[in-house]
Every structure is written in structure tokens, then in C-alpha cells.
């Protein structure tokens, strides 16, 4: 299976652990350790995604091929890979954690694909490494074929993420407590193979300045500018300051980007935050269903609503602090930090007014489109609007005055009835529409330009739920269709009426069906 590996920066240019034994311990003084991995004799090939296997220079034929299978499986290496768990540390809900670390997840290698891009080819539950702490290394079925459709799905979403190539099942149970209470059951194993430019988080740098090892920090920084940030100047006397700005200014528009498809990451610790502003790490994530910015999908956050839709940008301002302070030892000032912070803050109030005017079709911005946006997100969540069904059937108001409130307001509300909320609705409708009427722009084209922005297929938690069910049970067919139909997230697609359905009720408080506990 030809795979354009190339030098492996990450391992070649960075310290590594001298320590070759693979059991939990602190690993210092190094960005990562090497590891050997097992592999799984009985591996199968459940899903692959073609378009990444096309960027990695794989053809479709070798996608489903044994030696595949075993080397995204981690039984077999290519020449040239050099596997290795990275070190990172994390704040997580809040509270330094200490070392983490790739404690199931372990690099194999980079590519240099199609587009000239540079991927790093990760494993995620392929056994233990030093960083695995007291769990066991694995993965199971449901959390990574969660994993594997949403990365892809979000791609196509266009919302920056690292990628998956791959979803095999290990032939081997993996044991987990899913709810926690002490009936831990053994459930089918999984590996994905997840692809990024780089795997690194908040937590890589973290772990370096929470332990004073300065000089490393300062390497793996300069080595994250040269490999991922070629637009900064490397000879500038501000560069790590510009770097953070950076960094602030991207991650500002990610979360942006989250919000315009209603996606609630769920464990937004500083050891899931990508360095280069990717979504990373898809656990417990959920889509917003009935509009409530209080909503989370993590049971582990249920009562603290840490991670719920609507902190998600104050969350980012929050772990960028912890990123600036991890920094400080190469700033040196705390100056140029708060500004980059305060750029975050900036970055996220335009970039979301522009979102939200995308998403409602106004081209034309005015001075009180704030405020028309504004009125919007309490009257979807007193009237519980399904969130993606709203936006998404709001492109057939057009400007032309109604003569009632449509009858889809009533269908997507997971409310018995609209009641009082149908007037205020009516209302803002009336609001609305003679904004647009204010528009340069034809009725198609703007139609065509809102239903680019609100999608009308994303995986709901109860969606995926189906497809795990009836993967533990040997029925693929309806993962393989989440996968298709995922990929054209923006077009109606003939059948696929039960894939942009609001949740039924029967899914309310079915387990994993809206919420879902961290065990994976
Ligand atoms: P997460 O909550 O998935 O972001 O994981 C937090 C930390 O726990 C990371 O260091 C993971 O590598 C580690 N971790 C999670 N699950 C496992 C597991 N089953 N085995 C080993 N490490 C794990
Ligand atoms: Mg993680």
C-alpha cells in the first residue's frame, strides 16, 4: 500500500522519552514516547471515507484491502512510521490536571497529501501508553463510530476539524461502566484512524510550563510556528506574542463556526483545544435540538453547565487564558497577552454578528440587524424551535408579507403547542420580513445563500444512536448511510426525510440519544 510517508518532524526535531517501557508514569523532559502497538488479529473494516483516503494518495481500492485493515488497526507499520504517544497536560472543568497525554491515541506517522497539505495519520484506542493512567488504552464501537461520522460530517460542514480515514472493529470487548453506576459490561472495540495537519492541543505547551521546562516549551513552539503558522514573521521580536494573537483569532472564529451549526462540543478542557483551532476530540458532543443556550449534552456536566452551548466563547476565552499564561515564560509580558485576548474578544463579536446575519440571508448590514438577531434566540427557546429545522426553513419566508404564521413553526417545536409564543413569533416574523425588504438581493439568491450556511442534515445524537445500535449487531447500512448523506450536509437529498427530522419523543431521555456520559 503506497502511502507518500515523509520525515517525521515531530519525532526527528522534538526531545522524546529515553524510557521505552510502556507503563503509566510521568514522562518529563520529553514531548512524547515511542510505543510499539499490538494490533488486533480479528480487525474488521467497518467504514472508511473515501475523500480523505483520495487526499492521502490511497486508491479505492486499497481502502478495504487486508494490509489497510492491519496497518489502521495498528497490527502492522509501514516503513518509515515511528509511532508515538505525545505529553500534554489540561485544565480540565476548570482545575490543572496535570499530566495527560495520549493515554489511547498514538501517531504512526505523516503524509504528504494530494493537496500538498502535510497529515499526521493518528490511532485513537489502539491499547496503553505511558499516559494511559489507570484506564486501559481502548476505545469502544459506539464512541468511535461517534467519533468517525462527526469529524467527516463536520468537514463538510465546513467547520475547520480534524478528519477520520478510517473505522475498524477490533474483534476484541472492551469493558465500561457507561453510566456510571457500577454495572460495567463489555461492549465491542473499535479503532479510528483520525487525520490532522497536527494533533496538538492547548495541554502540549501546558504540561511544559506547568513543570519549568522552558527550553523544551520554547522548541516545541517554534516548532509548531514553522510547521503550522508559515504566514508569522519567525526573525519578528513579538513573534510568540503574534503567534497567541493568532491562535486567539482563529479559535474565536471556530467557536463561531460551532455556533452557526449548533454544535455543543461537551468537554471543552484545554487538553481538547487544537492548537491550530480544529475541532479535536469528539466525546460527548451534541447538536442543539430544541434551542436552549443552557443546554449540554455531558452528563458529567449536568449540573454545572460548564461546556453548555452558550458559554462555549467565554469557555474559549477562558482556556486561551490558561494557553497565554502557559506562554508567559516566552512573551515575557503580560501586555501583549491581554491584547491578544482582548482580540479574541473582538474577533468573536464581528465574526458572530456576520454568522448570524448569514444565517437570517441579510447581505446588506445595517446598524439594526444587532438587535433583530438579538430578539431572536429567546423566542427559540421559550417556543423550544428545533435549532437546524428553524434556520433552515426560515430561507422560505422570503420578503412577500404573511398571511399567518407558517405552519412549520408548529412542526419543529418540541413544545405540546406554540400557545403565547406564536404571537411573539409572529411578531418577529413581521420584523424580519420587512428587513428583507430592505435587500438588494433576489428572493432565490438569497435562499440559495442561507441554505449554504444552515444545513439541513447533522448528526443528532439519536441518529447516531440508531446507527450504533444496529452496528453492534453486525448492520452496517445505516452507518454507511449517516456517512453518504452527511457528506452534502447543505442539499436535500431525495429519502433522506428521516435524517433532517426533529427528535422524536421516544429519544428524550434515552441514553445517547440526547445526552450522553463521558465513557467511551
Ligand atoms: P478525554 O476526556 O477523552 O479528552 O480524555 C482525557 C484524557 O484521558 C486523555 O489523556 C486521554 O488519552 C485519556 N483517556 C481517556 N480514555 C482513556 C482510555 N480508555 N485509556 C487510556 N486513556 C484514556
Ligand atoms: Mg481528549
Redesign the pocket.
Known sequence: MPLPLIADGFVSSLPGDPDTRNVPRQVRGACYSKITPHGFPHARLLCYSREMGEELGLSPATLGEELFIQVFSGSRLLDGMRPYAACYGGHQFGHWAGQ??????LTLGEVRGKSQANWELQLKGAG?TP???G?????VLRSSLREFICSEAMHALKVPTTRALSLIATGEPVNRDMFYNGQSKDEPGAVICRVAPSFLRFGNFEIHAARNETAILKQLADYCIAQHFPQLDRAADDLYARWFETICRQSACLIVEWLRVGFVHG?M?T??MSILSLTL?Y?PYGWLEPYDPNWTPNTTDAEGRRYAFGRQAQIGWWNLLQLGNALYPLVRATEPLEAALASYERTFENEWLRMMQAKLGLKDAQAGDAALIAQLPPLLHGAQLDFTLFFRHLATVGATPLQELPTWLHDISYAPSLGAKALELWHWLQRYQERLRQESTSAATRAAAMNAVNPLYVPRNYLLQLAIDAAEQGQLNKLLELHETFKNPYTEQANKAHLAAKRPEWARHKAGCSMLS?S?
Do not use: E, T
Not at 100 to 105: S, T, V
Not at 135 to 139: M, P, S, T
Open positions: 495527560l497525554g495520549d493515554g489511547r491515541a496503553p499516559y494511559s493512567r484506564a486501559d488504552g481502548y476505545a468537554v478542557n487538553d481538547n476530540d466525546g463521558c467511551s
